[in-house]
């Protein structure tokens, strides 16, 4: 179940609390912005980084057997914190064809550098499934 509290406010696409009860749980390494080829996608470009990210997390939650709506947490590291709204979208593109909805429990960070340094945006996740 998703939790939000009144004391910690509402907080704009994500949950401040997740409980779980699964019989198995999914960690996703940190995706970044290459494609199946090991290409790098949008350099330079948020907004494609952030898609590109995306799809590789819908991938690797098709692969375990799970979907967008068995994601409990994200961690998201940005290299630029101006990039929040690109991000933001790109999530919301992927939230908004899940059903029931989906709204995990996020950390995003701003970093210095990610592995590659054309790199503006990774994304590590956990799924709980059945």
């Known amino acids: 179940s998703r939790i939000n509290p009144p004391e910690l ?3 704009p696409g994500y ?3 997740v409980e779980v009860r699964a019989s198995r749980l999914v960690f996703i390494a940190g995706q970044t912005a290459l494609d199946a080829a090991g290409e790098i996608v949008g350099r ?3 907004a494609a980084q952030a898609a590109q990210v995306f799809h590789n997390l819908e991938i690797a939650l098709r692969a375990a057997g799970c979907t967008a709506a068995d994601l409990v947490k994200l961690t998201v590291f ?3 914190m101006t990039h929040l709204a690109a991000y933001r979208e ?3 593109r ?3 064809t899940v059903t029931p909805p989906a709204a995990p429990a996020v950390t995003l960070v701003e970093v210095s550098r990610l592995y590659g340094p054309d790199f503006l945006i990774e994304i590590e996740a956990i799924a709980a499934g059945a």
């Open 78 to 80: 940005l290299r630029d």
């Open 90 to 92: 790109a999530r919301n």
């Open 44 to 46: 330079g470009d948020i």
């Open 15 to 17: 949950s401040q609390v």
């Open 94 to 96: 992927f939230f908004a």
């Open 9 to 11: 406010g509402t907080p």
